[in-house]
């Protein structure tokens, strides 16, 4: 076994370690320590990518003293070591560049806590990246959900309180069906292991039995995921969430929390139920009109958003929904974009988290339109991110949104006939919306003209952390928008090492 | 020609989406929410919607005898509410018809893994406890993770409820002074209970190997001890011996081992390492290799949230 075939498992538990340790610690002393090791886990991520794209077959790595069914596993294949790359890039690069708002929004004896969170938040996202195992699966969305109404409430003012009840409230709800399924899942296969499960359930598809509950375990898994993930209906937690929590907090969750729960969903659909029983149970058809239902309503709000952070947040909303749109193709092209869409949507919504904090730095801390006229030539750099993020969410090509766009206009040309024209139609009215509703807001920082009188003359220096983070995710944006070819190659095999 | 609305705030596709956004203001519709035009404002009396008595219109808006549109609609939510829960129960209780029996011994959760567990688990791990075996052991990832969700959850609390120190000197004047009440039969009593208590969870954990208990039931068991004393004595004799310090150290240190342990476990594990944790002989105390650390380190973490919990929430600090 090669010494590289651990590093899933030392990620995962050097940042629970990274955790603990920082409890005594102050402030500064668990600021250096959680970044230490998050740069740690990118650089290991990173280098089991290569491995494996060295070697060209994923790996199971076994968490103990005895193998699969008896005891936990990992797996690594191309797809999750990438998205461990790109979530820990992006987690670090949230904490740099919101790193002085951190030490100013939270009270001083609580720094400290903040780094915990997301030490925890960030083993739990690689535990739901690498997990073979749906139990364990679960254990660390109850780590994810936990710490995360944690990075919510820890500013400690009336709105994020009130967010972040309601997102245990929704969380919560959606963590229940999960653990339901599970539980039944349980009882008709007897495994928990995702193989296992799945030669199981080839069975039981062939012989027939137990078609209601499996029923019943793909309903509820799917429905309590993209609950958790913020689907259509379900969002309603979202805009205060990300509008009132510090903005490392906001640009951590709004790219990364509800995408590892999409991604456990499509892992689940490829190995624990199967592709074609998923085809076949319809499961995707919902999602499918909810992913479109989304794509339109989110951005109508976004349109009606009287506020910069609530108009990013309702953008997610659109977001999530081209995602479950491409998930509801129940094509692999369609998942291909969905998941290229997970990494687009990843390095850019915490782009504009982060510059749009620099733009309402730049206004007096106001984050209504009309006090952020102008704002882009008192902060040239947070101005220049937030269009270049717009403009790859608009999709402009040598952005990484166009490429997004484009898998899943072809995705769609490809599938099935019945999904295509409603596809394409709202891509493109989506679309249209999200170009009012970003270039809207990028005109109106760009106009010199009518900015208010008090804020004229402020010019904001961004801290080297901000400047840093801001221009490595605008060469992420780039890099994925110019290199995908090679990117949606490694998706593609990475899922064909799913099946 | 479509009427031109110069309130499309108030439209109704625009009240169905603020109340599907979750935005719906408690003011909505039920007074005039337009700016007050130009001419409108006199003197220093400015448009304010924060001035509006808010306190007013939200008893006029409970006040359901009154209010009939708020009555409806509460009623319509409640009846919704109730048919999606049916509707829940109802599909589980249909799914549940078709799943294998409890206690069929042809269920397909009597297969090969539970064999292993119970018929070698012994052998393998060595513990005569064949849970502790299979929490601690066979499945020992999970149950780093379930720990780690308690640390998680005692964050979150702090987080939440810990006060400032110069609040707690505040609080001293008033909340502390009548605390805790001297109640002579209480104080006697726990004088009495409290070492058994403990005694029993000590037992409980480092029997974990042997009788049916564990980290977890034992770490309850002293938690619940020390909530006993603190109750009875107050927070100045319980600081004598655990304050925020020890709590940090006996934290920090339990979860530090443990983690240690587990990474050592795991390495060991994968790659085919012979482990120094041998498993002994079963029915020792001294037996089953790791199991028995292990044990007492989830004990301590666990006697430690508990205690954190009620410290938190009775007094905002430890």
């Given at each position: 076994m090669n010494f590289v075939q651990n590093f899933p498992c030392f990620s995962i538990v050097l940042c629970m370690v990274a955790g603990i340790i920082s409890t005594p610690l102050k402030g500064k002393g668990a600021k250096r320590v959680t970044l230490f090791i998050v740069s740690l886990v990118a650089l290991l991520s990173f280098v089991t990518l290569l491995y494996i794209l060295f070697t060209g077959t994923g790996f199971t790595y076994t968490m103990g003293r005895f193998p699969a069914p008896w005891g936990n596993e990992l797996r690594a294949g191309l797809l999750e070591s990438l998205l461990a790359t790109v979530f820990s890039l992006v987690v670090l690069c949230s904490l740099l560049g919101g790193m002085d708002l951190i030490f100013t929004d939270i009270a001083e004896d609580k720094v400290n806590l903040y780094f915990i969170l997301v030490d925890l938040l960030l083993s739990s996202l690689l535990a739901i990246l690498y997990t073979n195992d749906l139990f364990t699966a679960y254990v660390f969305v109850e780590i994810n959900t936990i710490s995360t109404c944690g990075l919510i409430m820890i500013r400690e003012s009336g709105r994020s309180l009130i967010a972040a009840t309601r997102y245990m409230i929704m969380s919560l709800i959606g963590s229940?069906?999960?653990?339901?399924?599970?539980?039944?899942?349980?009882?008709?296969?007897?495994?928990?292991?995702?193989?296992?499960?799945?030669?199981?359930?080839?069975?039981?598809?062939?012989?027939?039995?137990?078609?209601?509950?499996?029923?019943?375990?793909?309903?509820?898994?799917?429905?309590?995921?993209?609950?958790?993930?913020?689907?259509?209906?379900?969002?309603?937690?979202?805009?205060?969430?990300?509008?009132?929590?510090?903005?490392?907090?906001?640009?951590?969750?709004?790219?990364?929390?509800?995408?590892?729960?999409?991604?456990?969903?499509?892992?689940?659909?490829?190995?624990?139920?199967?592709?074609?029983?998923?085809?076949?149970?319809?499961?995707?058809?919902?999602?499918?009109?909810?992913?479109?239902?989304?794509?339109?309503?989110?951005?109508?709000?976004?349109?009606?958003?009287?506020?910069?952070?609530?108009?990013?947040?309702?953008?997610?909303?659109?977001?999530?929904?081209?995602?479950?749109?491409?998930?509801?193709?129940?094509?692999?092209?369609?998942?291909?974009?969905?998941?290229?869409?997970?990494?687009?949507?990843?390095?850019?919504?915490?782009?504009?988290?982060?510059?749009?904090?620099?733009?309402?730095?730049?206004?007096?801390?106001?984050?209504?339109?009309?006090?952020?006229?102008?704002?882009?030539?008192?902060?040239?750099?947070?101005?220049?991110?937030?269009?270049?993020?717009?403009?790859?969410?608009?999709?402009?090509?040598?952005?990484?949104?166009?490429?997004?766009?484009?898998?899943?206009?072809?995705?769609?040309?490809?599938?099935?006939?019945?999904?295509?024209?409603?596809?394409?139609?709202?891509?493109?009215?989506?679309?249209?919306?999200?170009?009012?509703?970003?270039?809207?807001?990028?005109?109106?920082?760009?106009?010199?003209?009518?900015?208010?009188?008090?804020?004229?003359?402020?010019?904001?220096?961004?801290?080297?952390?901000?400047?840093?983070?801001?221009?490595?995710?605008?060469?992420?944006?780039?890099?994925?928008?110019?290199?995908?070819?090679?990117?949606?190659?490694?998706?593609?095999?990475?899922?064909?090492?799913?099946? | 020609?479509?009427?031109?609305?110069?309130?499309?705030?108030?439209?109704?596709?625009?009240?169905?989406?603020?109340?599907?956004?979750?935005?719906?203001?408690?003011?909505?519709?039920?007074?005039?929410?337009?700016?007050?035009?130009?001419?409108?404002?006199?003197?220093?009396?400015v448009y304010d919607p924060d001035r509006i008595d808010r306190a007013r219109v939200e008893r006029y808006l409970d006040d359901v005898e009154r209010n009939t549109e708020m009555r409806a609609f509460r009623v319509v939510y409640r009846l919704g509410s109730v048919a999606l829960c049916l509707l829940l129960i109802a599909a589980l209780l249909y799914a549940v018809s078709w799943m294998p029996a409890v206690g069929d011994a042809n269920a397909p959760a009597n297969n090969e893994v539970s064999q292993r567990y119970v018929e070698q688990g012994l052998e393998e791990v060595g513990a005569v406890n064949m849970v502790t075996n299979m929490i601690l052991s066979y499945r020992g990832f999970d149950t780093f993770g379930e720990t780690c969700v308690l640390f998680v959850a005692a964050t979150c609390v702090i987080v939440l409820l810990r006060r400032r120190r110069d609040d707690i000197e505040k609080a001293k004047e008033t909340d502390w002074k009548y605390e805790p009440k001297p109640d002579a039969i209480l104080q006697q009593v726990t004088k009495v209970l409290t070492p058994v208590i403990f005694l029993f969870g000590v037992y409980i954990i480092l029997n974990g190997n042997l009788s049916p208990g564990g980290g977890f039931s034992g770490g309850a068991v002293i938690g619940a001890g020390l909530i006993l004393y603190v109750t009875t004595f107050g927070f100045h004799r319980t600081q004598?011996?655990?304050?925020?310090?020890?709590?940090?150290?006996?934290?920090?240190?339990?979860?530090?081992?443990?983690?240690?342990?587990?990474?050592?476990?795991?390495?060991?594990?994968?790659?085919?390492?012979?482990?120094?944790?041998?498993?002994?002989?079963?029915?020792?105390?001294?037996?089953?290799?790791?199991?028995?650390?292990?044990?007492?380190?989830v004990g301590l973490e666990v006697a430690c949230t508990m205690y954190c919990f009620f410290a938190l929430f009775r007094r905002g600090g430890m």
């Open positions: 229940g069906l999960f653990l339901i399924s599970i539980a039944m899942l349980y009882g008709v296969t007897g495994n928990l292991l995702m193989e296992y499960i799945h030669v199981e359930i080839l069975e039981l598809a062939a012989s027939g039995q137990y078609q209601v509950p499996l029923l019943v375990i793909i309903s509820f898994c799917t429905v309590g995921l993209a609950i958790k993930s913020g689907l259509y209906p379900f969002h309603s937690w979202m805009p205060d969430a990300y509008g009132y929590a510090t903005i490392s907090s906001s640009a951590i969750l709004s790219s990364l929390v509800s995408k590892s729960y999409i991604f456990l969903l499509i892992k689940i659909f490829y190995c624990v139920i199967g592709f074609d029983l998923i085809v076949q149970s319809k499961i995707v058809n919902v999602l499918f009109v909810f992913g479109l239902v989304g794509m339109i309503m989110g951005s109508v709000s976004a349109i009606m958003a009287k506020e910069i952070y609530r108009m990013i947040a309702y953008s997610s909303v659109a977001q999530i929904g081209y995602i479950y749109m491409g998930i509801g193709l129940a094509t692999e092209a369609g998942m291909v974009a969905a998941v290229f869409h997970i990494l687009t949507h990843a390095v850019t919504k915490s782009l504009l988290f982060l510059s749009a904090k620099g733009l309402n730095e730049a206004s007096g801390r106001k984050r209504v339109y009309p006090a952020l006229q102008g704002a882009a030539f008192r902060n040239p750099l947070a101005g220049a991110a937030f269009l270049i993020g717009s403009l790859s969410m608009v999709g402009i090509p040598t952005l990484a949104g166009f490429i997004s766009k484009l898998l899943f206009a072809t995705a769609a040309i490809d599938g099935s006939q019945r999904k295509m024209l409603p596809t394409l139609i709202v891509l493109e009215v989506s679309t249209i919306l999200n170009t009012i509703y970003f270039l809207h807001t990028v005109v109106r920082i760009y106009t010199p003209v009518g900015a208010p009188e008090e804020y004229k003359d402020v010019r904001i220096h961004p801290t080297p952390g901000r400047i840093g983070a801001l221009v490595a995710l605008i060469l992420m944006n780039f890099g994925l928008g110019l290199f995908s070819q090679p990117i949606t190659d490694l998706i593609r095999a990475g899922i064909e090492m799913f099946a | 020609m479509s009427r031109v609305r110069d309130n499309y705030e108030n439209s109704r596709f625009r009240r169905l989406l603020r109340w599907i956004n979750g935005e719906t203001d408690p003011l909505e519709g039920k007074m005039e929410m337009k700016p007050l035009r130009e001419e409108e404002l006199k003197g220093e009396s004598r011996f655990f304050n925020e310090k020890t709590y940090d150290c006996v934290k920090v240190g339990a979860l530090t081992l443990y983690s240690i342990t587990m990474i050592y476990y795991f390495y060991t594990g994968a790659n085919g390492i012979a482990s120094l944790f041998g498993t002994g002989t079963a029915g020792n105390i001294l037996s089953a290799g790791m199991l028995l650390p292990i044990n007492i380190f």
